[in-house]
Protein backbone atom coordinates (compact mmCIF):
# COMPACT_ATOMS: atom_id res chain seq x y z
CA UNK A 1 0.00 0.00 0.00
CA UNK A 2 1.05 3.64 -0.19
CA UNK A 3 1.59 6.32 1.91
CA UNK A 4 -0.65 9.21 1.93
CA UNK A 5 2.32 11.30 0.55
CA UNK A 6 2.64 9.53 -2.53
CA UNK A 7 3.11 11.06 -6.14
CA UNK A 8 0.00 12.48 -7.63
CA UNK A 9 -1.84 10.85 -10.12
CA UNK A 10 -1.97 12.29 -13.32
CA UNK A 11 -4.63 13.88 -15.05
CA UNK A 12 -5.39 11.74 -18.42
CA UNK A 13 -7.60 12.79 -21.13
CA UNK A 14 -10.89 11.47 -20.57
CA UNK A 15 -10.21 11.33 -17.23
CA UNK A 16 -10.96 12.98 -13.80
CA UNK A 17 -11.15 17.04 -14.44
CA UNK A 18 -9.06 18.71 -12.59
CA UNK A 19 -11.72 20.59 -9.93
CA UNK A 20 -13.23 16.95 -9.68
CA UNK A 21 -9.18 15.95 -8.73
CA UNK A 22 -8.31 18.79 -6.73
CA UNK A 23 -11.88 17.95 -4.83
CA UNK A 24 -11.26 14.12 -4.38
CA UNK A 25 -7.67 13.65 -4.87
CA UNK A 26 -6.60 13.60 -0.84
CA UNK A 27 -9.14 11.28 0.15
CA UNK A 28 -8.03 9.16 -3.00
CA UNK A 29 -4.33 9.34 -2.08
CA UNK A 30 -6.12 7.84 1.87
CA UNK A 31 -7.97 5.33 0.31
CA UNK A 32 -4.42 4.22 -1.24
CA UNK A 33 -2.69 3.91 1.92
CA UNK A 34 -1.99 1.87 4.31
CA UNK A 35 -2.54 4.43 7.33
CA UNK A 36 -6.27 4.30 6.71
CA UNK A 37 -6.34 0.86 5.87
CA UNK A 38 -8.62 -0.22 9.35
CA UNK A 39 -11.46 2.48 7.65
CA UNK A 40 -13.55 1.68 4.76
CA UNK A 41 -14.34 4.29 1.73
CA UNK A 42 -17.47 5.76 3.91
CA UNK A 43 -15.89 6.48 6.69
CA UNK A 44 -12.68 8.05 4.76
CA UNK A 45 -15.12 10.12 2.66
CA UNK A 46 -16.75 11.52 5.90
CA UNK A 47 -13.16 12.35 7.37
CA UNK A 48 -12.66 15.02 3.99
CA UNK A 49 -16.50 15.89 4.08
CA UNK A 50 -17.57 13.95 1.05
CA UNK A 51 -20.36 11.42 -0.05
CA UNK A 52 -18.92 8.23 0.52
CA UNK A 53 -20.95 6.85 -2.76
CA UNK A 54 -19.48 10.00 -4.66
CA UNK A 55 -15.97 8.83 -3.79
CA UNK A 56 -16.62 4.95 -4.40
CA UNK A 57 -17.86 6.35 -7.73
CA UNK A 58 -14.86 7.99 -8.41
CA UNK A 59 -12.63 5.41 -7.26
CA UNK A 60 -14.47 2.67 -9.67
CA UNK A 61 -14.63 5.20 -12.74
CA UNK A 62 -10.69 6.27 -12.49
CA UNK A 63 -8.36 4.19 -9.84
CA UNK A 64 -10.21 1.14 -10.27
CA UNK A 65 -7.34 -1.10 -8.66
CA UNK A 66 -7.63 1.02 -5.34
CA UNK A 67 -10.64 -0.62 -3.96
CA UNK A 68 -9.86 -4.38 -4.63
CA UNK A 69 -6.71 -3.69 -3.08
CA UNK A 70 -7.82 -2.56 -0.22
CA UNK A 71 -10.16 -5.58 0.32
CA UNK A 72 -7.76 -7.89 -0.35
CA UNK A 73 -5.59 -6.11 2.20
CA UNK A 74 -7.89 -5.90 4.96
CA UNK A 75 -9.22 -9.32 4.44
CA UNK A 76 -5.36 -10.63 5.11
CA UNK A 77 -5.18 -8.45 8.09
CA UNK A 78 -8.65 -10.38 9.64
CA UNK A 79 -10.61 -6.61 9.34
CA UNK A 80 -12.86 -7.00 6.51
CA UNK A 81 -16.58 -6.81 7.02
CA UNK A 82 -17.44 -9.12 4.27
CA UNK A 83 -19.71 -6.90 2.37
CA UNK A 84 -20.12 -7.60 -1.34
CA UNK A 85 -18.11 -5.06 -3.47
CA UNK A 86 -18.38 -4.46 -7.16
CA UNK A 87 -21.09 -5.48 -9.58
CA UNK A 88 -24.50 -6.95 -8.49
CA UNK A 89 -25.36 -10.05 -9.60
CA UNK A 90 -28.86 -8.60 -10.19
CA UNK A 91 -27.07 -5.61 -12.26
CA UNK A 92 -24.87 -7.86 -14.17
CA UNK A 93 -27.58 -9.91 -15.19
CA UNK A 94 -30.12 -6.89 -16.50
CA UNK A 95 -27.13 -5.60 -18.27
CA UNK A 96 -25.97 -8.60 -19.69
CA UNK A 97 -28.01 -8.88 -22.94
CA UNK A 98 -26.82 -4.91 -24.10
CA UNK A 99 -23.28 -5.30 -23.01
CA UNK A 100 -23.24 -8.52 -25.41
CA UNK A 101 -25.32 -6.05 -27.49
CA UNK A 102 -22.81 -3.62 -27.73
CA UNK A 103 -19.67 -5.72 -28.01
CA UNK A 104 -21.12 -7.41 -31.56
CA UNK A 105 -22.71 -4.04 -33.02
CA UNK A 106 -21.70 0.01 -33.79
CA UNK A 107 -24.97 0.93 -32.20
CA UNK A 108 -24.91 3.60 -29.56
CA UNK A 109 -25.65 3.33 -25.65
CA UNK A 110 -29.45 4.73 -25.93
CA UNK A 111 -30.18 2.51 -28.61
CA UNK A 112 -28.79 -0.66 -27.16
CA UNK A 113 -30.87 0.36 -23.84
CA UNK A 114 -34.09 0.51 -25.79
CA UNK A 115 -33.87 -2.34 -27.14
CA UNK A 116 -33.04 -4.39 -23.50
CA UNK A 117 -35.50 -2.61 -22.02
CA UNK A 118 -32.73 -0.98 -19.33
CA UNK A 119 -31.82 2.47 -18.75
CA UNK A 120 -29.48 4.34 -20.10
CA UNK A 121 -27.90 5.93 -18.27
CA UNK A 122 -27.29 3.27 -15.76
CA UNK A 123 -26.26 1.07 -18.88
CA UNK A 124 -23.53 3.84 -19.40
CA UNK A 125 -21.93 3.86 -16.25
CA UNK A 126 -22.03 0.14 -15.94
CA UNK A 127 -20.01 0.11 -18.91
CA UNK A 128 -17.57 2.99 -17.27
CA UNK A 129 -17.36 0.89 -13.81
CA UNK A 130 -16.95 -3.20 -14.98
CA UNK A 131 -16.29 -2.85 -18.75
CA UNK A 132 -13.69 -0.71 -19.71
CA UNK A 133 -12.14 -2.54 -22.25
CA UNK A 134 -15.58 -2.54 -24.40
CA UNK A 135 -15.48 1.56 -23.76
CA UNK A 136 -12.09 1.37 -25.08
CA UNK A 137 -12.78 -0.89 -27.95
CA UNK A 138 -15.78 1.30 -28.78
CA UNK A 139 -13.85 4.47 -28.62
CA UNK A 140 -11.12 3.39 -30.89
CA UNK A 141 -13.47 2.30 -33.03
CA UNK A 142 -14.79 5.77 -33.33
CA UNK A 143 -11.64 7.46 -33.77
CA UNK A 144 -10.55 5.09 -36.91
CA UNK A 145 -13.79 5.96 -38.47
CA UNK A 146 -13.21 9.36 -38.10
CA UNK A 147 -9.61 8.74 -39.96
CA UNK A 148 -10.98 6.75 -42.21
CA UNK A 149 -14.47 7.46 -43.23
CA UNK A 150 -16.50 4.52 -44.80
CA UNK A 151 -20.34 3.92 -45.64
CA UNK A 152 -22.19 1.71 -43.15
CA UNK A 153 -19.80 1.99 -40.35
CA UNK A 154 -19.73 4.30 -37.50
CA UNK A 155 -18.74 7.83 -37.58
CA UNK A 156 -16.80 9.92 -35.17
CA UNK A 157 -19.69 10.80 -32.97
CA UNK A 158 -21.03 7.20 -32.88
CA UNK A 159 -23.31 7.26 -35.55
CA UNK A 160 -23.78 4.99 -38.45
CA UNK A 161 -22.87 6.83 -41.40
CA UNK A 162 -26.12 6.58 -44.06
CA UNK A 163 -26.32 8.76 -47.28
CA UNK A 164 -29.27 11.17 -47.65
CA UNK A 165 -31.90 11.07 -50.35
CA UNK A 166 -31.05 14.81 -51.37
CA UNK A 167 -27.19 13.95 -51.99
CA UNK A 168 -28.12 10.65 -53.76
CA UNK A 169 -30.28 12.79 -56.26
CA UNK A 170 -27.76 15.46 -56.37
CA UNK A 171 -25.12 13.26 -57.88
CA UNK A 172 -26.73 10.61 -59.45
CA UNK A 173 -26.16 11.23 -63.10
CA UNK A 174 -22.82 12.21 -62.43
CA UNK A 175 -22.38 8.75 -60.68
CA UNK A 176 -23.86 7.40 -63.90
CA UNK A 177 -22.17 8.77 -66.34
CA UNK A 178 -18.21 8.11 -64.05
CA UNK A 179 -19.92 4.19 -64.07
CA UNK A 180 -20.58 4.25 -68.23
CA UNK A 181 -18.07 6.78 -69.26
CA UNK A 182 -14.28 7.13 -69.63
CA UNK A 183 -14.71 11.10 -68.35
CA UNK A 184 -12.22 12.01 -65.55
CA UNK A 185 -14.19 13.33 -62.63
CA UNK A 186 -12.92 17.34 -63.98
CA UNK A 187 -14.78 17.22 -67.48
CA UNK A 188 -18.27 15.43 -65.45
CA UNK A 189 -17.96 18.01 -62.94
CA UNK A 190 -17.63 20.63 -66.21
CA UNK A 191 -20.50 19.35 -67.77
CA UNK A 192 -22.65 19.06 -64.77
CA UNK A 193 -21.28 22.05 -62.77
CA UNK A 194 -20.42 20.54 -59.97
CA UNK A 195 -18.41 20.78 -57.45
CA UNK A 196 -15.15 18.45 -58.34
CA UNK A 197 -13.62 17.90 -54.62
CA UNK A 198 -17.58 17.28 -53.29
CA UNK A 199 -18.10 15.00 -55.84
CA UNK A 200 -14.56 13.19 -55.15
CA UNK A 201 -15.59 12.94 -51.53
CA UNK A 202 -19.15 11.29 -52.48
CA UNK A 203 -17.25 8.99 -54.72
CA UNK A 204 -14.74 8.21 -51.48
CA UNK A 205 -18.00 7.26 -49.09
CA UNK A 206 -20.38 5.97 -50.84
CA UNK A 207 -19.26 4.37 -53.79
CA UNK A 208 -15.54 3.14 -53.27
CA UNK A 209 -16.38 -0.36 -55.05
CA UNK A 210 -16.86 1.78 -58.76
CA UNK A 211 -13.32 3.84 -58.21
CA UNK A 212 -11.69 0.45 -57.25
CA UNK A 213 -13.64 -0.94 -60.56
CA UNK A 214 -12.45 2.42 -62.58
CA UNK A 215 -9.24 2.58 -61.32
CA UNK A 216 -8.65 -1.74 -62.33
CA UNK A 217 -8.17 -2.58 -58.56
CA UNK A 218 -9.43 -6.31 -57.94
CA UNK A 219 -9.48 -6.21 -54.05
CA UNK A 220 -12.82 -6.72 -52.12
CA UNK A 221 -13.68 -2.75 -50.43
CA UNK A 222 -14.22 -4.77 -46.73
CA UNK A 223 -10.47 -6.53 -46.62
CA UNK A 224 -8.50 -4.52 -44.10
CA UNK A 225 -5.80 -4.23 -46.34
CA UNK A 226 -7.95 -2.11 -48.87
CA UNK A 227 -6.53 1.43 -47.62
CA UNK A 228 -3.21 0.16 -48.92
CA UNK A 229 -4.35 -0.73 -52.68
CA UNK A 230 -6.86 2.32 -52.91
CA UNK A 231 -4.18 4.44 -52.25
CA UNK A 232 -1.79 2.85 -55.25
CA UNK A 233 -1.78 5.13 -58.69
CA UNK A 234 -3.51 4.29 -61.32
CA UNK A 235 -4.38 5.83 -64.50
CA UNK A 236 -8.03 6.91 -65.05
CA UNK A 237 -9.50 4.80 -68.20
CA UNK A 238 -9.04 7.77 -70.36
CA UNK A 239 -5.36 7.55 -69.86
CA UNK A 240 -5.84 4.10 -70.97
CA UNK A 241 -7.17 4.62 -74.11
CA UNK A 242 -4.23 7.60 -74.84
CA UNK A 243 -2.11 5.02 -74.66
CA UNK A 244 -3.57 1.63 -76.01
CA UNK A 245 -2.84 2.55 -79.67
CA UNK A 246 0.76 2.64 -78.73
CA UNK A 247 0.78 -0.29 -76.80
CA UNK A 248 -0.79 -2.14 -79.39
CA UNK A 249 2.51 -0.69 -82.24
CA UNK A 250 5.43 -1.28 -79.71
CA UNK A 251 3.71 -5.29 -78.87
CA UNK A 252 4.43 -5.51 -82.80
CA UNK A 253 7.72 -4.24 -83.10
CA UNK A 254 6.61 -1.80 -85.73
CA UNK A 255 9.20 0.85 -84.19
CA UNK A 256 11.26 2.09 -81.52
CA UNK A 257 9.28 3.53 -78.11
CA UNK A 258 10.73 6.95 -78.94
CA UNK A 259 9.46 6.74 -83.10
CA UNK A 260 6.09 5.32 -81.88
CA UNK A 261 5.56 8.16 -79.56
CA UNK A 262 7.09 10.85 -82.10
CA UNK A 263 4.28 9.36 -84.74
CA UNK A 264 0.99 9.28 -81.97
CA UNK A 265 1.98 13.10 -80.52
CA UNK A 266 2.61 11.72 -77.38
CA UNK A 267 5.98 12.62 -75.21
CA UNK A 268 7.90 10.37 -75.03
CA UNK A 269 8.62 10.61 -71.42
CA UNK A 270 5.96 10.36 -69.87
CA UNK A 271 4.95 7.32 -72.16
CA UNK A 272 7.75 5.78 -70.90
CA UNK A 273 6.54 6.12 -67.36
CA UNK A 274 3.47 4.52 -68.05
CA UNK A 275 4.96 1.74 -69.90
CA UNK A 276 6.80 1.12 -67.12
CA UNK A 277 3.96 1.12 -64.39
CA UNK A 278 1.14 -0.87 -66.48
CA UNK A 279 2.83 -3.06 -69.21
CA UNK A 280 6.18 -4.00 -67.38
CA UNK A 281 6.92 -6.86 -69.72
CA UNK A 282 7.30 -4.40 -72.56
CA UNK A 283 9.34 -2.09 -70.04
CA UNK A 284 11.31 -5.21 -69.72
CA UNK A 285 11.93 -5.39 -73.60
CA UNK A 286 12.21 -1.71 -74.10
CA UNK A 287 14.15 -0.65 -70.86
CA UNK A 288 17.59 -0.41 -70.02
CA UNK A 289 19.86 -3.34 -68.24
CA UNK A 290 23.26 -3.61 -67.08
CA UNK A 291 25.83 -5.63 -69.44
CA UNK A 292 28.74 -7.98 -68.60
CA UNK A 293 31.23 -4.82 -68.31
CA UNK A 294 28.68 -2.84 -66.31
CA UNK A 295 27.58 -0.54 -68.73
CA UNK A 296 23.63 0.45 -68.95
CA UNK A 297 22.31 -0.46 -72.42
CA UNK A 298 19.14 -0.89 -73.92
CA UNK A 299 17.60 -4.06 -73.26
CA UNK A 300 16.38 -3.96 -77.12
CA UNK A 301 19.45 -3.17 -78.71
CA UNK A 302 22.02 -5.79 -77.06
CA UNK A 303 19.19 -8.10 -78.22
CA UNK A 304 19.56 -7.30 -81.66
CA UNK A 305 23.22 -7.25 -81.77
CA UNK A 306 23.69 -10.37 -79.07
CA UNK A 307 24.53 -13.24 -82.00
CA UNK A 308 26.67 -10.98 -83.74
CA UNK A 309 28.79 -9.89 -80.72
CA UNK A 310 28.90 -13.88 -80.02
CA UNK A 311 30.25 -14.46 -83.33
CA UNK A 312 32.67 -12.21 -83.17
CA UNK A 313 34.00 -13.16 -80.02
CA UNK A 314 33.98 -16.56 -81.19
CA UNK A 315 35.12 -16.52 -84.51
CA UNK A 316 37.77 -15.34 -86.87
CA UNK A 317 34.94 -14.05 -89.53
CA UNK A 318 35.71 -10.16 -90.38
CA UNK A 319 33.11 -7.78 -88.78
CA UNK A 320 31.63 -6.59 -91.85
CA UNK A 321 30.95 -10.01 -93.43
CA UNK A 322 29.06 -11.02 -89.79
CA UNK A 323 27.07 -7.56 -90.69
CA UNK A 324 26.27 -8.53 -94.04
CA UNK A 325 25.05 -11.90 -93.15
CA UNK A 326 22.98 -11.04 -90.27
CA UNK A 327 21.92 -7.78 -92.59
CA UNK A 328 22.34 -5.05 -89.76
CA UNK A 329 25.09 -1.91 -90.45
CA UNK A 330 28.13 -2.18 -90.21
CA UNK A 331 28.95 1.30 -88.47
CA UNK A 332 26.24 0.78 -85.93
CA UNK A 333 27.50 -3.10 -85.33
CA UNK A 334 31.29 -1.42 -85.35
CA UNK A 335 30.26 1.25 -82.65
CA UNK A 336 28.20 -0.96 -80.55
CA UNK A 337 31.11 -3.37 -80.10
CA UNK A 338 33.26 -0.95 -79.53
CA UNK A 339 31.60 1.19 -76.81
CA UNK A 340 30.02 -1.83 -74.84
CA UNK A 341 31.79 -5.44 -75.92
CA UNK A 342 36.01 -4.98 -75.17
CA UNK A 343 36.34 -8.37 -73.88
CA UNK A 344 34.94 -9.48 -77.42
CA UNK A 345 37.20 -7.42 -79.45
CA UNK A 346 40.30 -8.52 -77.13
CA UNK A 347 38.70 -12.50 -77.56
CA UNK A 348 38.47 -12.10 -81.50
CA UNK A 349 42.40 -10.63 -81.96
CA UNK A 350 43.18 -13.30 -79.80
CA UNK A 351 42.20 -15.78 -82.39
CA UNK A 352 43.19 -14.09 -84.90
CA UNK A 353 46.58 -14.04 -84.20
CA UNK A 354 46.87 -17.54 -83.13
CA UNK A 355 45.35 -18.18 -86.77
CA UNK A 356 48.27 -16.31 -88.56
CA UNK A 357 51.11 -17.82 -86.02
CA UNK A 358 49.74 -21.25 -87.56
CA UNK A 359 49.08 -20.06 -90.63
CA UNK A 360 51.30 -17.68 -92.48
CA UNK A 361 49.97 -15.49 -94.49
CA UNK A 362 46.55 -15.67 -93.14
CA UNK A 363 44.05 -12.96 -93.25
CA UNK A 364 43.21 -11.29 -89.59
CA UNK A 365 40.00 -10.22 -88.71
CA UNK A 366 38.74 -6.89 -89.17
CA UNK A 367 39.22 -5.12 -85.29
CA UNK A 368 36.36 -2.02 -85.37
CA UNK A 369 38.39 1.01 -85.51
CA UNK A 370 39.23 3.07 -81.95
CA UNK A 371 39.03 6.67 -81.75
CA UNK A 372 42.02 8.51 -82.09
Request: net charge positive; proline share 4%.
Amino acid sequence: MKTPEGPKRPNKSKGQRKLTREKYGEAINACDSSEFIDCNVSQIARMYGLDGTALANQLRAHFPDVIPRREAERRRMGIADNIHRGVRPYAEEAYAEAVELLSRSDISVKEAAERCGVSSSGLRQHLRYYHKKLVKNRSHRYEEGMMYPRAGTVSGNGSIRRVSEEKIMKYAEAVEMYRTTSLPVTEICRRLDLSVSSFRNHLRLWHRALMFERRGATMSVDSPSDREAFETKRYCPATAEKYAEAIKELRLGSGSLTDIAASLGLKPDIFRRYIKEHAPELWEREGMMQSECGKRIKRRTNDKYAMAVELYRCTTEPLKSIAKNLALQYNSLSSFIRRNCRDAIDAHNQLCTTKAKREPGGESGNTPPTKR
